[in-house]
DNA sequence: AGGTTGACTCACC
DNA sequence: TGGTGAGCCAACC
């Protein structure tokens, strides 16, 4: 298939595959690590539709202002697993503590 | 071919 | 905080 998100969604899972333990990235950073600045959203598809044997840290990519994924009450857990805090609400991932540093590299 | 749909983001209020 | 509306763009009817 020639479908742009085949090409689009392995560039997606190498970037994903980096994502430390404990640390959070957002739809839109993954997008910019992939290359793909704008397609964000794509992203999201991307990450729903990842192969069930592919072991991937999916849990650790969130909206921008840190909110998770609607109806996957599992990925809370996963992230207070890795010691990964919130909001006093407990609605958001604490960004500021939390979001991966990729510029570091 | 064209409208609808998002695991999105940003600006505003 | 929280809601809305616009912009986004390929997959999926």
Redesign the pocket.
Known sequence: MT????IFSEQVYAVVEQIPFGKVL????VAILAGYP????????A????PSNRLLP??R?V???G?L??Y?TEQKELLYRERVEF???G??VDMKRFAWQYNDL
């Open positions: 479908r742009i998100t085949d957002s739809y839109k950073s704008r397609h964000s959203r794509l992203v999201g598809y990450l729903r539709h990842v999916c849990h990519v909206t921008s202002s909110r994924v609607p996957w909001t006093s609400r609605y958001y």
